[in-house]
């Protein structure tokens, strides 16, 4: 268990490392081609690639350490505000991470991994949405439920939505629309849900 101090100390170091990371480093979280351009040696690939994977740890270790101190009889009175607080700075960062993702699929096109890494991220989105709403009201069984419930809905909705047909619609009309290259052997390897999208 954690004392008042304990859960202060813990929590305020992980708080003030959060905000000085934001603080320091929005203009680079949000800065997308503009600051590819200003950085020697920076890639879209890598700045989108890297830092949209990197910031999506970073949410769901938050996450995890948020649920598994809540489990603990920390002071609430500590707890509630400073996760509170922890929960709006990774939402920073995974709107910083899709807006990566959103440059890199207009530059590079839309794939299976790529979507799956875009419904990832709203699942721990909506994962942290549930952890305010349970866990800093003390109903700890609801944000289990909560979050499998939603894991399995999650998972429902993306076999339901047809990614593969989705991928091979998005990438044609991106083609239609902006006249960049089509990458057809890639389409043609998404198997029969995109065939008729193809057609």
Known sequence: DLGTEDTATVLGLILLLFIAFVSLQVGYLFGGRTT?????????????RRGFFELLAIAGLTLT??????????????????????IACVMIMLLSAGQRMLLYVDEFGLSLDRLTAVWAM?????????FTYTLLRDRNRDFAAGLTLSA????????????????????????????AELDVMYLLT???DAVPTLL
């Open 190 to 192: 998404l198997g029969s």
């Open 122 to 130: 709203a699942w721990i989105a909506l994962g942290l949405l549930i």
């Open 36 to 48: 590819i351009e200003a950085t020697a040696g920076l890639t879209l690939a890598d700045y989108a």
């Open 152 to 179: 399995v809905a999650f998972a429902f909705l993306f076999a339901l939505s047809n990614p593969a047909a989705m991928v091979a619609r998005i990438n044609i009309d991106r083609t239609l629309t902006t006249g």
């Open 65 to 86: 350490l948020l649920t598994a101190i809540a489990q603990t009889n920390c002071n609430r009175r500590v707890f509630r505000p400073m996760a509170g607080m922890m």
